[in-house]
């Protein structure tokens, strides 16, 4: 489980845009960049370079 006052901080770090909490993908999205930042043993990874592409 992710930690509320994690989700309120956290931001995109290509862009510093807002990210959406996917709980069933385990995954934050970026939707202006159309990244998605994997979430492994409980811990998000933000790393531009681990990031998902996501398709339109």
Known sequence: ????KLLEILCCPKCKGDLEYQKEKERFVCHTCKLGYPIRDEIPVMLIE??????D
């Open 1 to 4: 489980m992710i930690d509320e």
């Open 50 to 55: 681990e990031a998902e592409r996501l398709s």
